[in-house]
């Protein structure tokens, strides 16, 4: 009962400063999308805009990111048109009175285009960083993969590297998505 009475009150918390962006991001199986539709169900207009469902919108033609170091030519294109897509659409439910939670996976230079795409609006950035074996557990138990333990040791690698210091980091290694999500509603 307590434990309700204290999510309610961090729900009001939040609900008074009005809506807002949280942009959840994280290597590939860190739970980007589990947190960001965690989070936006705890508030009373919540959005979850997920990139993965974006970039699964084209039917024909679609260049995913392979294991390549960098994207580069279609894929990366196709890469900055979702997180284009992505904040376009987190602005446009904003303009509307939702609390919004975007989830893409943002490192080195995506994280100045996110800037770019929100620049006027409101948003807080969240870093999921789990240790990377939990993270390779996690795969294991998902449908889509991260390609990898290599893949995903990269992107973890360069992810520590472009973002240290940026937002609000969280190493949810040993955390339940709901407490992962109690956490991130505490610290923002």
């Keep these: 009962m307590n434990q309700q009475r204290e999510q309610s009150e961090m729900n009001d918390a939040i609900s008074d400063r009005g809506p807002g962006i949280i942009v959840v991001t994280g290597v590939m ?37 392979s294991e390549t170091r960098e994207p580069s030519g279609e894929a990366a294109r196709q890469l900055r ?43 807080s950035l969240v870093v999921l960083a789990p240790e990377i074996e939990a993270v390779l557990q996690r795969d294991q138990n998902r449908a889509k993969t991260t390609q990898g333990k290599a893949w995903a040791e990269y992107l973890d690698r360069e992810l520590r590297v472009t973002m240290a210091g940026i937002g609000l980091w969280i190493d949810s290694s040993q955390q339940r998505p709901e407490e992962t999500a109690d956490y991130i509603l505490r610290h923002l």
């Excluded at 805009?49 to 033609?61: F, K, P, R, T, Y």
């Excluded at 602005?91 to 994280?111: H, K, N, P, Q, Y």
Aim: proline residues 1%.
């Design 29 to 65: 199986a860190a739970g980007k999308s589990t947190i960001a539709r965690l989070l936006a169900e705890r508030f009373t207009r919540g959005v979850h805009v997920n990139a993965d469902m974006l970039q699964q919108m084209i039917v024909s033609g679609g260049k995913w990111v």
């Design 81 to 123: 048109l979702r997180l284009k897509n992505l904040c376009l659409l987190g602005r446009s439910f904003f303009e509307a009175g939702f609390t919004v939670v975007l989830d893409d996976i943002i490192i080195g230079e995506r994280w100045q285009e996110l800037r770019e795409e929100l620049r006027d609006f409101p948003f």
